[in-house]
C-alpha cells in the first residue's frame, strides 16, 4: 500500500517532472564544456532552453500528419521508461519502454519522402541494433549481482556495483555515446548541424515536433545518465560525516558524461559498420570478461 | 520582454546560401564560425536545415540558374524568419551588374532585410548584421509592423 502521507513517496514524481529539465540543463553543460575545449567560450548553459522555446513559437510545418503523433508518443514512451526507472521498476521493462520511444522517432523519420530523412532513419536503427544488446546486457550483469532485475534491487546490494561490476559500467559509454548522438558514432543525425545528411533523421522536423523531440532527447539523456549514478547507491560513511548515495552516484555518472564529451571532441564520424563492431565487441568483452571474473572469485573464495 | 521573443533572439540558427559569389564572403562567414569570433556563444548555430533555420544569409548574385531554389529555401522557412545579403554582390550584383546571366542583387527575388556590405564582408561586420536582423526579429515578433 502507498503511504501518501510520506513525503518521500512523491520524490520519484518530482523526479518525472524534472527529468527533461535535468537533461536539458547536462545538453547545456554538454555544450558550456565541448566550446571551453575547443576554446571559445560557448552559450550559456540555459541554451537548450532557449532553443526549445524559440522552435515551439516557429511557425508549424508538418510533413506528415503522423508526424506530431509520433513525436508526441515519442514524448511519452521516453518519460514512462524515466518513471520506470525513478520508481525503481524493472531495467527490462525500461530497455525495452526506451527502445519503443526511439522506434516512434523512426517510424515519424520514415513517414516522409526525403532521402536524409529515410537514411537517418535507417541509421538510427543500426543504432539501435549496436547498444540495445549492450543495455540488456548490463541488466543481465547487475541480475547476476543482485538476483533481481527491478531498480530498487541495487539498493540492497551491500558494496557500491561500480566496486564489484567497473568493466559493466565503461560497457555504458559506447550507449551514451550513441544515445546522445556525439562522435564517432552521431551516424544518425549529429547535433552539431553539417554533415553529409542535412540534419539525418531530424530532417524533416520543425517547429514544435522538433522542441518535443528535443525535450524527449534530454529525457533519455537524463535516464542514461541517472541509471549511470544508481552505480554507487551506497552512502558514504567516513568518520564525522556521511556523504549521501545520490552525491557520490551523481559524480559518478558525471564521470561517465565527462568521458563521453572527451570521446565526442577527440574522435571524428565514424561509418554503421564500425559503430556495430566496436559497441559489440567493447561492451560484450568488457560485460562477459565483469561477469567471468566475478564468477573465478566466487570460485577461488569457495 | 517577453520569453518568447528573448528565447528568438538568444537563439538565431543560421542557413547559409551561396547564390554563386566567389567564396570570399563565405569563407568570412565560415570565419565568424570559428573559435575566434565563437558566435555559438549567441546561440548562433549553422545549420544545414531550411525547415529548422530562422535566418537565412545569403552571398553572391542571383542568377537565371539558382533563383528557383533561392525562393524555394526561403519559402521552406518558417515564420518569423530574417535574410541576411552578405556582401557586394548579393546586396546590388556590384561587378556583375547588368551580366546577361545574372539577376543582381538578392533581392531581385526574396525580400531582404539585412545588407551587409564589403568586398569581401568582414566577420565583424557579418556579427554586426546578424545583430541588425535580431532587432528586426524583436519587433516582428512583438507584433510591431515592419517594412
Known amino acids: 500500500m502507498v503511504d501518501f502521507t510520506n513525503l518521500s513517496t512523491y520524490i520519484p514524481v518530482v523526479l518525472v517532472i524534472l527529468a527533461p529539465f535535468i537533461g536539458g540543463l547536462l545538453m547545456g553543460i554538454d555544450r558550456k564544456i565541448t566550446a571551453r575545449m575547443q576554446s571559445r567560450i560557448g552559450p550559456p548553459i540555459t541554451q537548450p532552453f532557449y532553443d526549445a522555446i524559440k522552435l515551439w513559437g516557429k511557425e508549424p510545418f508538418i510533413a506528415s500528419s503522423l508526424q506530431p503523433v509520433l513525436a508526441f508518443g515519442y514524448f511519452g514512451f521516453s518519460v514512462a521508461a524515466f518513471a520506470l526507472l525513478a520508481f525503481g521498476q524493472d531495467m527490462l521493462l525500461l530497455v525495452f519502454t526506451m527502445g519503443i520511444a526511439d522506434l516512434c522517432l523512426i517510424v515519424a523519420a520514415f513517414n516522409s519522402k526525403s532521402p536524409y530523412s529515410n537514411i537517418g532513419a535507417r541509421r538510427e536503427l543500426l543504432g539501435m541494433l549496436s547498444y540495445e544488446p549492450v543495455l540488456l546486457l548490463v541488466a543481465i550483469s547487475i541480475f547476476f549481482v543482485s538476483g533481481s532485475f527491478m531498480v530498487s534491487s541495487i539498493f540492497d546490494v551491500p558494496v557500491p556495483l561500480l566496486t564489484i561490476l567497473p568493466l559493466t559500467f565503461l560497457a555504458l559509454i559506447p550507449v551514451l555515446i550513441i544515445n546522445m548522438k556525439k562522435s564517432p558514432f552521431d551516424v544518425s543525425g549529429s547535433g552539431h548541424a553539417h554533415q553529409e545528411l542535412v540534419r539525418g533523421i531530424y530532417t524533416e522536423f520543425s517547429g514544435y515536433t522538433l522542441a518535443l523531440i528535443e525535450l524527449c532527447h534530454w529525457t533519455k539523456v537524463a535516464l ?21 548515495w545520490i552525491v557520490v552516484g551523481a559524480v559518478v555518472a558525471f564521470a561517465l558524461f565527462f568521458i563521453v564529451l572527451v570521446i565526442d571532441n577527440s574522435y571524428p564520424r565514424l561509418d554503421w559498420k564500425t559503430m556495430l563492431k566496436t559497441t559489440w565487441v567493447v561492451g560484450f568483452l568488457l560485460i562477459i570478461a565483469n561477469i567471468v571474473g566475478l564468477l573465478a572469485r566466487l570460485v577461488i573464495l569457495s | 520582454m517577453k520569453t518568447m521573443t528573448k528565447a528568438r533572439l538568444k537563439s538565431p540558427w543560421v ?26 556563444r549567441f546561440g548562433i548555430i549553422n545549420i544545414g536545415d531550411p525547415k529548422q533555420a530562422d535566418v537565412l544569409v545569403l552571398t553572391g548574385p542571383a542568377n537565371k540558374r539558382n533563383q528557383h531554389v533561392l525562393k524555394n529555401l526561403y519559402d521552406q522557412m518558417p515564420q518569423p524568419k530574417v535574410v541576411i545579403a552578405v556582401g557586394e554582390c548579393a546586396c546590388s550584383g556590384a561587378i556583375f551588374h547588368n551580366c546577361p546571366n545574372t539577376l543582381g542583387g538578392v533581392d531581385k527575388v526574396i525580400p531582404v532585410d539585412v545588407y551587409v556590405p564589403g568586398c569581401a564582408a568582414r566577420p565583424e561586420s557579418i556579427v554586426d548584421g546578424v545583430i541588425l536582423a535580431l532587432q528586426k526579429l524583436q519587433k516582428v515578433s512583438e507584433g510591431e509592423k515592419v517594412d
Open chain 1, 224 to 244: 542514461l545518465v541517472g541509471f549511470a549514478s544508481l552505480f554507487w547507491a551506497k552512502d558514504i560513511v567516513l568518520d564525522a560525516i556521511t556523504i549521501p
Open chain 2, 15 to 40: 542557413l547559409h546560401f551561396d547564390c554563386g559569389s566567389c567564396n570570399g564572403c563565405d569563407i568570412e562567414i565560415l570565419a565568424a564560425l570559428t573559435p575566434k569570433f565563437d558566435v555559438e
